[in-house]
Antibody
Framework: EVQLVESGGGLVQPGGSLRLSCAASGFTFSSYAMSWVRQTPGKGLEWVSAISGSGGTTYYADSLKGRITISRDNSKNTLYLQMNSLRAEDTAVYYC??????????????WGQGTLVTVSS | QTVVTQEPSLTVSPGGTVTLTCASSTGAVTSGYYPNWFQQKPGQAPRALIYSTSNKHSWTPARFSGSLLGGKAALTLSGVQPEDEAEYYCLLYYGGAQLFGGGTKLTVL
């Protein structure tokens, strides 16, 4: 059974940093691209970033480029999202999602339950 | 700035058929945009329904189908069930980045 479990969310002050993790199980992690998607409370979904199965190729939303870094540790079956210079508008539930193949990050199948990031003083 | 547009809300009767659409401000949506469709119910994570325009996941009910229609991506629900009441989002690929539509709130009434 595919499972994706996000962690690392919480309350952070504006300008602060946070690293989110997504622990994967139930599939060969290194064989699949992975993505991060966020959802502002009560609003729609926003694609954030994606990474190939090997970790060698990354993609970012223009609005977040320069403040976030996606990475993965295939030996630990874990996906990461490093977020810096956080702003109030970054407050959201952050989901990780699995791609349907190693390079195909643009098709998503399984999603985690999300972790809430709150940016506030 | 590229925008992906969906109907904000639609209402359908149980047993009826409804089509949700997904348009791109860049022009006609083609298979190269690899349209994905997701369903989200309150308090839950999104659930994938359709990928690459018309492909269903193993768990996608047969009454859901995806297509291209009039320059847009489309999600058609045939024989709508009360449990289909939810928010539906499309996702389009732009050769690197991806964009979600604003979502369609589907009411079954």
């Amino acid at each position: 059974e595919v499972q994706l479990v996000e962690s690392g969310g919480g309350l952070v002050q504006p300008g602060g940093s946070l690293r989110l993790s997504c622990a994967a199980s139930g599939f060969t992690f290194s064989s699949y691209a992975m993505s991060w998607v966020r959802q502002t409370p009560g609003k729609g979904l926003e694609w954030v970033s994606a990474i190939s199965g090997s970790g060698g190729t990354t993609y970012y939303a223009d609005s977040l480029k320069g403040r976030i870094t996606i990475s993965r540790d295939n030996s630990k079956n874990t996906l990461y999202l490093q977020m810096n210079s956080l702003r109030a508008e970054d407050t959201a539930v952050y989901y990780c999602a699995k791609g349907t193949s190693r390079g195909t990050y643009y098709n998503l199948d399984y999603w985690g339950q999300g972790t809430l990031v709150t940016v506030s003083s | 700035q590229t925008v992906v547009t969906q109907e904000p809300s639609l209402t359908v009767s149980p047993g009826g058929t409804v089509t949700l659409t997904c348009a791109s401000s860049t022009g006609a949506v083609t298979s190269g945009y690899y349209p994905n469709w997701f369903q989200q119910k309150p308090g839950q994570a999104p659930r994938a329904l359709i990928y690459s325009t018309s492909n269903k996941h193993s768990w996608t009910p047969a009454r859901f189908s995806g297509s291209l229609l009039g320059g847009k991506a489309a999600l058609t629900l045939s024989g709508v069930q009360p449990e289909d009441e939810a928010e539906y989002y499309c996702l389009l690929y732009y050769g690197g980045a991806q964009l979600f539509g604003g979502g369609t709130k589907l009411t079954v009434l």
